[in-house]
């Protein structure tokens, strides 16, 4: 059997790299693909995905190892295959093309376009051949190389009108600058619009697919934190419990699947993505905060059990994600193919005889197993007989059930599922994409610093240093810019330059990290990235910042954005970056900036279509707490003090650290001068508390900061 290799042998993406040996003559993205297309007057085929991407597999084995498929690619076409979370922005560009000439977009992402990069067809998941209505590949391909040399002028002119179109929309669809502001009752109609897409049954918002959406969870414990409204708590409390409870989660190892393909969460798509866990950890905890709920407890340090056993590299960063596909566990054949869920299931006999009678009776009951198997949702066909795991009844209805006490049901379960996790943990594994990303490692170092001192456990603490220090040593160039990018698989490579999701989620990690420990140089840090996004981002025409730097761009346009949906927007996390930096440096050029930014992205958060933005926007326009601490930073008064701060919930506020003596000391007040005066009372660490622009006394008892932090 002939074995090809192709462009792609010399990529580090494990995307790329599970297509090296398709007989398509893949080129990554670079000038000499587009060269070769412009010398030998082809089109490009561009081809986006990722590696856990279950249609992206689907469409690479039954078209892209299709010999014919692939001849007629070779023929007519230059093949270029790119890795979305590699190149955001490429992604972004031409999703947002493909929507406007088909509607939907998505993954896989197949574009048509001309040698100098612009669109004249596309679509997403493309069948082989005419499947119920759809056009298969080798359709699609042979008509368009078709038209390339019999129809050229009506392929330019779609070109040039989409092009067009799409520099008309990204040059000013996002920058009304003075056009519109933001409306006075925004966080009001946000909570109303939220209200209407409710499910008030199963939580969430919307019906299917169901995501997460952890924003809009922060968001409305902020305005219940402002207003006490009660609706906007019991949405947020409905949803977390929702998905604790459902197949979402994954019961016995930790961590949420991406989304859920029912409104009960009960049967979720199985990939596991990085940004989901930082996301929802962040969410889980706040909410512990702010209810006093065990079980948010419990469930952020799943996430953290997960993310340190599955997503973690051994030098400390983060890997992207885990595949929603396996093996079947029952095969022996490494041939048969890989099916969505295999790993996560089980069936009743697979139980008895892992557990005792009396532990299988409790877990089946509070797992919802049955032995016709548990999956009430179209396709369920192709596993009967599997179970998912998800808590179908509380500890006491298990324990009313089976007529067990109901201590004794909770130390039954826990062994039970220890033994199964581990008898799981045998079978053939989803793969995970080994990519570090700068911006995904940011958001989960800023959940892991505060869930370290929230959750009162310094591990977390110490995982989010060492990744943030494997940010800073590896994914930095020779000028203190940041890379996008890092595999492992190849000794270690970062080419690509940081985006704007790059610095403004890691400046974010610092601040959370200098918050949680008070380390100056990740303060220092902080500061120095900012500088960069605003010499290379900021619009400063229209304000708020671009997706890539000014010197970095290899698109027709540079693109702006402030769209939040399954991960935040760079813009959005700039703002709130913006907002602790004012109040932390009390530097009045962070707020212009972040004035600029509003100014520039009224319309989206009127329109409600940027709520991560209305975090920073909360926090801008309502009260917040400035803290400094000083005295002895390792006494046990230091520590309780801090423990206090981050045991209320105030999701807006700073907290510095003024040391006394040394190099901290210097460079702490040569960052945040007010602290110059801000000392120790009789020797003492000292509280300085200040709000809406008003600062207290000094306080020293632990009790009085107590109370002045729940005023």
């Keep these: 059997m002939e074995v090809y290799t192709n462009h792609l042998s010399g990529e580090t993406s494990p995307y790329l790299l599970l297509h090296v040996h398709n007989p398509v003559d893949w080129y990554p993205w670079t000038d000499e693909a587009f060269k070769k297309a412009a010398d030998e007057d082809k089109p490009v085929f561009l081809s986006i995905g990722y590696s856990t991407c279950h249609w992206c597999h689907v469409m690479e084995r039954e078209s892209f190892t299709n010999k014919g498929i692939a001849d007629i690619l070779n023929k007519n076409f230059v093949s270029i295959k790119v890795d979305r979370e590699e190149h955001p922005d490429i992604d972004s560009y031409y999703q947002t093309a493909v929507q406007a000439i088909t509607g939907p977009g998505g993954w896989p992402l197949s574009v048509f376009i001309t040698p100098d990069k612009k669109v004249f067809y596309g679509g997403t998941y493309f069948p082989p051949e005419d499947k119920w209505g759809r056009p298969g590949l080798k359709t699609v391909i042979l008509t368009l190389a078709d038209k390339w040399k019999n129809d050229r002028n009506e392929i330019m002119q779609s070109a040039d009108s989409v092009s067009k179109a799409l520099i008309r929309y990204v040059d000013s669809g996002a920058s009304h600058k003075g056009e519109q502001s933001v409306d006075r009752d925004i966080l009001k109609t946000t909570v109303n619009a939220l209200k209407t897409t409710f499910d008030v049954s199963s939580g969430g918002f919307g019906t299917v697919p169901k995501f997460p959406s ?78 006093g709920t065990a079980g948010y407890s419990d469930t952020a340090r799943s996430v953290i059990r997960y993310v340190s056993h599955t997503l973690t590299s051994p030098e400390g960063g983060f890997y992207t994600a885990q595949d929603a596909d396996s093996l079947p566990p029952d095969t022996t054949d490494r041939s048969t193919g890989k099916e969505e869920g295999a790993f996560y299931l089980f069936t009743i006999g697979e139980i008895q005889s892992l557990l005792s009678a009396e532990e299988a009776k409790v877990f089946m ?75 995904w ?57 940081g985006m704007l999701d790059d610095y403004a989620f890691f400046i974010l990690g610092l601040l959370d990290l200098y918050m949680a420990d008070f380390k100056v140089e990740y303060l220092e840090a ?186």
């Design 214 to 291: 952890p924003q809009n969870l922060l968001f409305l414990l902020r305005y219940w934190k402002r207003t006490g409204n009660a609706d906007t708590l019991s949405m947020v409390i409905a949803t977390l419990n929702s998905m604790q409870n459902g197949g979402i989660q994954d019961q016995i190892g930790g961590g949420f699947h991406r989304y859920s393909t029912d409104r009960n969460w009960l049967v979720p798509h199985y990939e596991k993505m990085l940004y989901d866990q930082a996301l929802l950890l962040r969410a889980y905890t706040e909410a512990y905060l702010a209810t």
């Design 441 to 497: 490692n940011g958001l989960m170092i800023s959940s892991l610093a505060y869930a370290s001192r929230s959750l009162h456990d310094k591990r977390y603490l110490a995982m989010a240093e060492k990744a943030a220090d494997f940010i800073m040593s590896e994914l930095r160039d020779e000028n203190g810019r940041l890379l996008h990018s890092y595999t492992g698989n190849t000794g270690g490579k970062a080419a690509i330059p």
């Design 526 to 711: 902080a500061k120095e990235l900012m500088d960069i996004v605003l010499l290379y981002f900021r619009d400063s025409r229209n304000g708020g910042f671009f997706l890539t730097a000014s010197d970095s761009s290899h698109l027709p346009v540079r693109q702006k954005s402030a769209y939040d949906g399954a991960l935040p927007s760079g813009n959005s996390i700039a703002a709130l970056d913006l907002i602790i930096m004012a109040r932390l440096f009390a530097d009045s050029k962070y707020v212009d900036r972040l004035e600029e930014l509003f100014s520039a992205f009224a319309s989206e958060m009127n329109s409600r279509s940027a709520t991560g933005m209305l975090l920073a926007y909360d926090f801008a326009s309502g009260s917040a707490k400035e803290i400094v601490l000083t005295g002895d930073r390792y006494s046990d008064t230091s520590e309780l003090m801090i423990n206090a701060i981050y045991g209320t919930y105030i999701p807006n506020r700073v907290i510095a650290f003024r040391y006394t003596e040394g190099i901290d000391a210097e460079k702490t007040v040569q960052l945040i001068p007010y602290t110059k005066d801000q000392l120790p009372v009789k020797g003492k660490t000292t509280a300085y508390v200040c709000e809406n622009y008003s600062c207290g006394l000094p306080v020293t008892n632990i009790a009085d900061l107590i109370n002045i932090l729940k005023e």
């Design 365 to 439: 009951y509070r797992y919802g197993i049955k032995e016709s198997g548990n999956i009430p949702v179209q396709g369920a066909e192709d596993f009967s007989e599997k179970n998912i795991l998800y808590r179908a009844h509380t500890l006491k209805e298990t324990s009313e059930y089976t007529g067990i006490d109901k201590a004794r049901v909770k130390k039954l379960l826990s062994p039970a599922a220890d033994r199964l996790y581990t008898y799981r943990g045998q079978r053939p594994k989803p793969a995970v994409d080994t990519k570090i990303l700068t911006s």
